[in-house]
């Protein structure tokens, strides 16, 4: 969007962040155990994402009132600018009631065709990736900045890092797939969430598979992987800023060779 200060949006959303913070390490480790919402799979929410989430509302109301949210946790408020902040405001509930610190607070800006701008942040590490769909990404970490960068060297699924937060989410067809993937990787590590899709930017994980996806979900995940250099669609290489199955790899030819095995189960 050509009227877009990606600067001032970008500072916007480290705002939107710094407010979550106090709010989730207020709650994190202390017990809380959430609600389960109405889902034949356990999916708990806590008095953490309400209260982030109507945090975060309330600063868009103010600072961007022409804006469109869609979050979580409350119903989607339009707007009138053609812009929409994508809130999970902790994605990872079921790591944040275990206290492990792997769950995030993700944070989207989308254009008309997706997601434009992003920050991952985990409050309890300090850890903020940021990233501009396409164009750069980095890690905010202990009063430093470091420019991210997928691993770009490997490109055989047998060298390959592979993750998925929990492999008992995928049935039939999926898990089928999924599981020829993982077999053939290197390494496979689980219960990441978001924070597998951050570990990817910054040249750890190489792919990471998943399914069943909401935009609040996927929203803040596109443009810090794209933006250090890796490549995310869902199962048929299309965008997947919508949610549903996903697809991330480090490369695009790791990202070719995973779909190839994921093709007959996409939809």
């Known amino acids: 969007m050509s009227d877009l200060d990606v600067t001032a949006e970008l500072a916007l959303a480290a705002q939107l962040a710094d407010a979550a913070r106090p709010i989730a390490l207020q709650h994190f480790r202390t017990g809380l ?20 989430e109507a945090r975060i509302r309330a600063l868009l109301a103010q600072d961007r009132p022409d804006d469109g949210v869609l979050g979580e946790e409350q119903a989607e408020t339009l707007g009138r600018s053609g812009r929409t902040w994508v809130v999970d405001p902790i994605d990872g509930t079921r790591a944040f009631i275990a206290g492990l610190p792997t769950w995030c607070v993700l944070i989207a800006l ?8 992003s920050v991952i942040d985990q409050p309890f590490t300090g850890e903020r990736y940021s990233g501009v769909a396409g164009d750069a990404a980095w890690l905010d970490h202990g009063g430093s900045r470091q420019p991210l960068k997928t691993r770009q060297s490997v490109d055989r699924i047998e060298d390959a890092i592979v993750s998925t937060t929990d492999p008992g989410l995928f049935e039939g067809g999926e898990a089928e797939c999924f599981m020829t993937v993982a077999r053939a990787a290197k390494v ?3 219960g990441l969430d978001a924070y597998a899709y951050a570990a990817l930017a910054a040249g750890g994980v190489d792919l990471v598979i998943e399914s069943g996806l909401k935009a609040w979900d996927v929203g803040a995940l596109i443009p810090v992987v794209s933006g250090a250099g890796g490549v995310i669609t869902n199962w048929r290489g299309e965008p997947a800023h919508e949610g549903g199955q996903l697809l991330a790899a480090a490369s695009p ?3 070719a060779r995973a779909l190839d095995m994921l093709a007959p189960a996409a939809l």
């Open 188 to 190: 496979r590590r689980y």
């Open 110 to 117: 989308y254009g008309p065709e997706g997601p434009i701008l």
């Open 253 to 255: 030819e790791l990202h």
């Open 33 to 52: 155990r959430g609600d389960a919402k109405p889902a034949q799979e356990f999916d708990p929410v806590t008095e953490a994402d309400r209260a982030i």
